[in-house]
């Protein structure tokens, strides 16, 4: 079965270093997400992409946050100026249609020191 | 106040038990109600309900949607120990907040 790839599956920074996450959509899906799920907390929405562009985004997504789909594969959620409250389980998903059945990845457990 | 308010949250069975979990949320552009199994890592998608009253329905699990009153509940019949996971309860409202989750009801399944 087609999976949703993260990379890294773990990332430890400073605060107030710049983090890149990776993903890999399911080849035929059409919407990308982003979220995250801070330890023994909900998953949150953080964005969602279509098209090239930000079609919904969160007040967690604020201008620390980026995303971008720089080829046609790859799915990435830049963190200009991490801070401490950042250290979290980021999720990327991928759906063919908006909002439903999306495949989640494993995750990217990031850690702000 | 939470939108998704899942119960119970922790529950703890004998293989062989049905358990039912529960979901109550906000109808505020209420579109459907999705079910995730977390066991590890990654949620994985179980079930999307949109109509009331239809049971949606995969081998041992099942599930329905009342919006009359608000709530879903799953059903997990027979339980073994690889259903031992957290579900996760997710309101889709058409806005912009993506899926809006439950904090989860953690299920143990003991031998």
């Known amino acids: 079965e087609p999976e949703v790839t993260q990379t890294p599956s773990h990332q430890v920074t400073q605060m107030g270093q710049e983090v890149i996450l990776r993903c890999v959509p399911i080849s035929n899906h059409l919407y990308f997400y982003w979220y995250r799920q801070i330890l023994g907390q909900k998953v949150e929405f953080l964005v969602s992409?279509?098209?090239?562009?930000?079609?919904?985004k969160s007040e967690i997504f604020d201008d620390q946050f980026s995303v971008e789909r720089p080829d046609g594969s790859n799915f990435t959620l830049k963190i200009r100026s991490t801070k401490l409250e950042d250290s979290a389980m980021y999720f990327c998903?991928?759906?063919?249609?908006?909002?439903?059945?999306?495949?989640f990845g494993s995750g990217t457990q990031l850690s702000v020191l | 106040e939470d939108k998704v308010v899942q119960s119970p949250l922790s529950l703890v069975v004998h293989e062989g038990d049905t358990v039912t979990l529960n979901c109550s949320y906000e109808v505020t552009n209420f579109r459907s109600l999705l079910w995730y199994k977390q066991e590890k890592k990654a949620p994985t998608f179980l079930f999307m309900l949109t109509s009331s009253g239809i049971e949606k329905k995969s081998g041992r699990l099942s599930s329905i949607l009342d919006k009359k009153e608000l709530f879903s509940i799953l059903n997990i019949t027979a339980t073994q120990t690889g259903d031992s996971a957290i579900y996760l309860c997710?309101?889709?409202?058409?806005?912009?907040?993506?899926?809006?989750f439950g904090k989860g009801t953690h299920l143990i399944i003991q031998p």
């Open positions: 998903a991928s759906s063919v249609i908006h909002n439903e059945k999306l495949f």
């Open positions: 997710a309101r889709e409202g058409g806005g912009a907040d993506g899926l809006t």
């Open positions: 992409f279509y098209n090239n562009e930000i079609s919904e």
